[in-house]
């Protein structure tokens, strides 16, 4: 693995972990947009999905059932790796993509389109955490329009998590600040102590 994928899976992970979003709760804003994706695009699957060390996860779905997926598995973790969109007219007749595990067992799997998130940049770097995705049953070609679309649609995802990240960090540093006047005060309540047992005093201009 180059040094530059190497710190990127690192920096993807660690990405993942200061957003705390792997397991939660479907939200609005998330499910919103897997919709508007899905009815552009009028096609069977749409979901968000973020590659985790060893699955995909999908954050918001539409049209399947599934949570999440090996990660080997997944044609969308190639998309994270390589930081590149991957559109495919018909998945079974790819000369890369059909021999893939997921579409080789999964005849159905056809028309495919994914565009990267890129994650919130951390410290003066950033790393794509996941994927919008857009899956449908026949082969179909996708208008400049409609990948037009989708690219914004995931520029607005990315808008999602960047406060995410900062409302974490901002909690973060409120509790180090709460801790930090608390040893504070214990140590001001110390030093009165031990005055009162020295039987000495202070001044203070």
Request: glycine fraction near 2%.
């Amino acid at each position: 693995m180059p040094d530059t994928t190497a710190r990127d899976e690192v920096l993807r992970q660690q990405t993942l972990t200061a957003l705390q979003i792997l397991d939660t709760a479907p939200e609005d804003e998330f499910d919103a947009v897997v919709k508007a994706a899905r009815r552009i695009f009028g096609c069977r699957t749409s979901f968000i999905s973020f590659i985790d060390s060893d699955r995909q996860w999908f954050k918001a779905r539409e049209g399947t059932d599934l949570r999440e997926t090996p990660r080997d598995c997944s044609i969308c973790a190639i998309a994270v790796e390589q930081n590149r969109e991957i559109l495919v007219e018909d998945l079974q007749a790819h000369p890369q993509f059909s021999k893939h595990p997921a579409v080789a067992d999964t005849p159905e799997l056809r028309f495919y389109a994914s565009i990267p998130l890129a994650g919130p940049t951390i410290g003066e770097a950033s790393a794509p955490i996941g994927t919008l995705c857009v899956i449908d049953d026949h082969p179909r070609t996708a208008t400049p329009e409609e990948l037009s679309e989708l690219r914004q649609l995931a520029l607005v995802i990315e808008s999602l998590l960047r406060p995410r990240l900062d409302a974490k960090l901002s909690r973060i540093a409120l509790a180090e600040r709460r801790a930090l006047i608390d040893n504070l005060h214990r140590t001001h309540r110390q030093f009165e102590l031990a005055e009162q047992m020295a039987q000495i005093g202070h001044w203070r201009l």
